[in-house]
């Protein structure tokens, strides 16, 4: 048989092999301790189990954090109710939510660009001790037709007597310098000065009677309008996802002229063709009203909205005076007169179009009730429907003032034409 020649380690290797052997003989723990097993196949589902769990975990971590983010996000959003103001309405921070009224603290220049301003009911209140001074300057047009017959029909499409046809445009400024300042982080007072100019120019030609041009009639007034006194109170805190509710109470006085004050001038010729002799620059009649605004913000857009009702008191003894063109004054007494209710409503949007610049777009609505003279409905009175679609655009100027721009278009036949508004806020 032959033998099979055992095979030889290199040298290196058995040099290496030598010196571990000896360096393990020379270790008395390493002589005692025992080799290592290898893990069973439970130990090794326990280990994979336990990683199992650590990932769980860190999953549900993970989550949690996510779920913070989006709360911080959202909170960022709620800080866009700086927006709903033109100095301040729908101004905008980067910052975690404060209470309404608490202006975040941002470098100037980096706030968010302010909402448009398009009603009269500003977006969020005032800081305390901040005082905001709101020039602002306002023009409507509105223009009627009337055409009045007075006589009495023979034939159908055949009248016996006059036909007065006219045409009225009116044209009225109004400068007014509001100022507003918070009492507490969910109180502010609000009172308004104004200064109105109206111009009344009614073109008319009587039909039926001998006349080749029509004829223009021409009144104005001026003078100190009604102040306006208004309190404003956040009914709950800013929260993510939620409305903001503000309610207001806003006191008109009587200040101005009214229509009592002067007399009707009849124009002789034109029957039915009456003139007041010097334009009234205000109502005439105290008046309340409450209201409720709405505010939700979703980055990068914010809705808002609102309801009130306008009370009107009643005055006692008044007296009408008409002038009949050829030096006779009759005058009417009124035992009572009050104003019928006004419930109106108004809602919108504004969005953020960069950080300086906004545009908002909203409809405005009031219903006017039948005016009750001596504890009687008029007979000759109506319920007016008030319709108006509202634009805006604001720009902030700097980090403590901006210009607002607001357009509204009359929607119902009895709504001005046009009413264009320039606001400047400054806060002080």
Known sequence: ???????????????????????VIASPAAAEAPPKAEPTLAELKQMVEEQSRRLAALREQMQHEEARLDDMRREIGMERLGALRAAGPGDAAATPPQPVGQRPQTPQGTEAAPVAQIFDQPGILTPPGTIILEPSLQYSYASTNRVALVGYTVIPALTIGLIDVREVKRNTWTAALTARTGLTNRLELEAKIPWVYRSDESISRPVATPASSDQVFNTTGSGLGDLEFTARYQLNQAQPNEPIYVASLRFKTRTGTDQFDTTVMRIPGFSGLGLLRDLPTGSGFYSLQPGVTFLFPSDPVVFFGGINY??????????????????????????????????GFNFGMGLALNDRSSFSIGYD??????TRINGREDPLGVRIQLGTLMFGYAYRL?????????????VTRDTPDLTLTLRMPITL
């Not at 030889?8 to 360096?23: E, K, N, V």
């Not at 009370?311 to 007169?337: H, M, P, Q, W």
């Not at 609505?365 to 039948?370: D, I, K, Q, T």
């Open 1 to 23: 048989m032959t033998k099979t020649p055992a095979r030889q380690t290199p040298l290196p290797l058995r040099t290496a092999l030598a010196t571990l052997l000896g360096c």
């Open 310 to 343: 306008q009370y009107s008191f009643s005055r006692s003894g008044l007296k009408l005076r008409e002038n009949d063109g050829a030096g006779n004054i009759t005058v009417t007494r009124l035992d009572s007169v009050q104003p019928g209710g006004v419930f």
């Open 365 to 370: 609505h009031a219903s006017v009730g039948r």
């Open 398 to 410: 700097s980090a403590d003032r901006s210009v607002n721009v607001s357009l509204g278009v009359g």
